[in-house]
């Protein structure tokens, strides 16, 4: 592979007007969401002054996003997704304008507040089965993981930069100005929408499957090795080594406490992130796309393992910025292989599947890791969590010769279309 070929691989964008538009659209909403994260933060804390009230936002977002994620996977099998996409961030617009509303009317009550903020995430769960069923619809197979990579990049720079720019907002013109800055946002991706194609599911099983629909998804994933081992080898990740609840323990007993190097701790994450993005050219064109997920998901073990050991600063952040860029490579590969493994019929519905860990998973290794290191300590929570993330993850490499093995289609071959009837019939 040339040199040149490890860069950005910008061919989707080249190659797709709508996949374009599309990402241009989702750009601007995850830079949206991530004004709004903050500004919503900023509001509850200003309303309540109490850590509870910033915790029940977990909760305002967290529930819809798992139950109207599992909702989004079985309607996106059986309606036309472009309808399904459109009609969820229209919700989405409605949501922002409310919050406008209720900022620039000066009220005071938090209930609403956080009725809103969940109202706007169950319209943003209900569509995103159907959007991450869009890119495969729109690339040739090989292009795929670099519309993924191109998307995931897009979500990095947002982290990165979101929350400074919330910050700059809220301080100059106030929290009215950051729920506008969303309500902009949102527009753009609503107009990004409109020149979508119809997509609705095609081949055998479309349209939903009947009265056990939703659990259609599980039923392909367990059937097929490829889907389930990397599914598992994502939640072995995750729920072994999730590191960012640790982070303010670590902080404080190794770094003197410092809020500053608290933030650095964070955006080392993204830094990594959005580096592994700048050169993604090096694994959206790798082939052996299951082997590239599994390296690099041991890879973020690993480095998570030398976060606990480190005992300086820079030593640190460096390992933290190494296993932000590895999971940036294992996202993509992963995103990218469900997509093409999976029949359309049934792609609403494995995405809610890979929604729900994707979701469950952080979360829920956070909570192990927190439990662990209030035994212990944060180095043994980490360094423990880090080398059973590798174990396990290797365990899978073992038993699953499929996923070791697995290949990304050439341009010319439809996996969208091919090999259906067996699922379908498997699925029910």
Request: aromatic share 6%.
């Amino acid at each position: 592979m040339r040199v040149r070929g490890w860069f950005l691989d910008t061919r989707p964008l080249r190659a797709s007007r709508t996949f374009r538009d599309l990402w241009a659209g989702s750009a601007a909403s995850q830079l949206g969401g991530q004004i709004a994260t903050v500004a919503v933060l900023a509001h509850v804390w200003e309303l309540t002054g109490s850590p509870v009230g910033t915790g029940a936002i977990g909760l305002a977002t967290g529930v819809p996003m798992v139950l109207f994620g599992l909702l989004g996977g079985a309607l996106a099998d059986r309606a036309d997704r472009r309808a399904v996409v459109r009609a969820t961030t229209a919700g989405q617009l409605l949501v922002a304008a409310g919050l406008c509303a209720q900022a620039l009317a000066g009220h005071q009550n938090v209930v609403l507040l956080l009725t809103l903020v969940a109202t706007g995430t169950a319209c943003g769960a209900l569509g995103a089965p159907a959007r991450r069923t869009l890119p495969v619809r729109l690339l040739p197979s090989d292009q795929v993981a670099a519309g993924l990579a191109l998307s995931n990049l897009s979500f990095q720079t947002a982290m990165l930069a979101g929350p400074a720019l919330a910050g700059l907002i809220i301080a100059r013109w106030g929290l009215f100005a950051a729920y506008a800055a969303q309500a902009v946002a949102v527009a753009i991706s609503m107009l990004a929408m409109i020149r979508l194609p119809t997509m609705k599911p095609v081949g055998p099983g479309a349209g939903g499957g009947g009265r056990r629909a939703e659990r259609g998804g599980w039923q392909v994933v367990l059937r097929r090795p490829t889907l389930w081992g990397s599914m598992a080898t994502d939640l072995s990740a995750t729920l072994l080594a999730m590191p960012i609840a640790l982070f303010p323990l670590v902080n404080e007993v190794r770094f003197g406490g410092d809020p500053q190097t608290l933030g650095l701790f964070l955006s080392a994450v993204a830094v990594g992130g959005v580096s592994a993005g700048l050169v993604s050219g090096a694994v959206t064109r790798r082939r052996r796309s299951g082997q590239v997920q599994l390296i690099a998901a041991a890879t973020w073990g690993l480095a998570l393992a030398g976060f606990g050991l480190a005992g300086q600063v820079w030593m640190a952040l460096a390992c933290l910025a190494v296993a932000g860029a590895a999971d940036t490579v294992s996202v993509v590969t992963r995103s990218a292989l469900i997509q093409l493994e999976t029949p359309d019929a049934y792609r609403g519905r494995v995405s809610s599947v890979e929604h729900v860990i994707g979701v469950a998973g952080p979360e829920v290794g956070n909570f192990r890791g927190g439990l662990l290191a209030s035994a212990t300590s944060a180095s043994f929570a980490l360094v423990s969590g880090g080398l059973s993330a590798v174990l396990m993850i290797a365990a899978v490499a073992a038993v699953n010769p499929s996923l070791r093995a697995y290949r990304t289609p050439p341009a010319t071959e439809r996996p969208t279309l091919s090999r259906t009837a067996d699922v379908a019939k498997a699925a029910g």
